[in-house]
């Protein structure tokens, strides 16, 4: 599999049925606190997620391992530690004799203020492998801190009870679940606003994430469709948070959509901008604290934004759609499409009034996201000084 192309997995239904359930596989394996295995050119590795450990598991890394444990992070999460960047993906760090509490608070940046780290952390002086670089992107894929406890193994060194993995297998398993997404319902919901409403769901061929296109009205595929890329977020969209947008924009995109007369809102699984509610919920203790939105994604490891659009633009390849008019305010959803072969003709601004709790978080996206704002909608956004006209053609 190692050298298995994107072309091969979606053109050979046995290879990727192999791949989606060995990585499914390995997801729930991680989340249970089991031991995973990730071969690469440079070598074999056992990793553990560091937030699942525990005394069992880790003795049993060290039982099998060919070298001492060590714990593998993100520069994202070793900048935050202070530990100078080496130009590579993930930093290895030394265990000693470090207890579980340490070695978890190390990987988890809610501890970061009640216990602080003494320092200065020392680094292997050792090239990263792109195994663990896998492990840390399937512990992302499975929603978890990404972090990875680690030994060195002998390639040929199998475990039955141990599943292998190659190092693109969690990139490859996020392309596969997108393209091989097929329409598994529909049913008529009227909606406020836009009662002509069909919820269209799709599955992946692994059963794993599922996405809904919300169709309101008749469309007519060859004009520009009027869409919006809604991310879920049960904070905002469900709860009615005060801490974000999401909850105006996603029933605000629904009336819009309803009084153009027709249009698709794609309601994607992307809940936190891609790192799940768990670590989402981590997130806004940070903010809590004082950090902003982008600061807590990346003290937790993370990108300040781990979302890929290419389910969304499966779905709308599906539909019919290749021309759009997209409701956004954020760049990268009209750079994505667009790398996917839609054709985003025009921006709609979409955007509403802050509050009192969102207002620095909005203008945050704006100043270090490049998110599109008019002044006057915002406060904190006229305060850094961004404006971009409500609409664009593009």
Known sequence: MDNTTTTQLVEDPELRRALMARVQSAIYALRRGELVRVVAGDGAYLCLATEQVNSGNLERLRQLGTSDPFMAITTNRAAVL???PTGEKSVCLPLHDMKLRAIRDLADPTKDLTNPFRGPHPRLETTTSTAIDGAIKLCKVAQLLPSVLAVKATPEDTHESILTLQPNDPDLFEIVSSVSLKQVSTARVPLHGAENTQVIAYRPEDGGVEHLAIVIGDL?????????????????????????DCGEQLRGAIEQIGHVGSGVLLYLSQEGRGIGLMNKMRAYY????????????ERLGFEADERV???A?????????????LMTNNPDKVAQLAEQGINVERRVAHEFPSNAHNEMYLATKARRSGHYLTANNYIAASQVGIANPPDEDL
């Open 82 to 84: 202070h530990i100078a």
């Open 220 to 244: 007519d595929v060859d004009s520009p469709v009027l869409i919006r890329l809604h991310s879920e977020c049960f904070t905002g969209d469900l709860l009615g948070s005060m801490k974000c």
């Open 286 to 297: 940070l903010q809590d604290e004082g950090f902003d939105t982008i600061e807590a994604n």
């Open 309 to 311: 659009f290419l389910p």
């Open 313 to 325: 633009a499966e779905i709308l390849r599906q539909l019919g759609i290749s021309r759009v008019h």
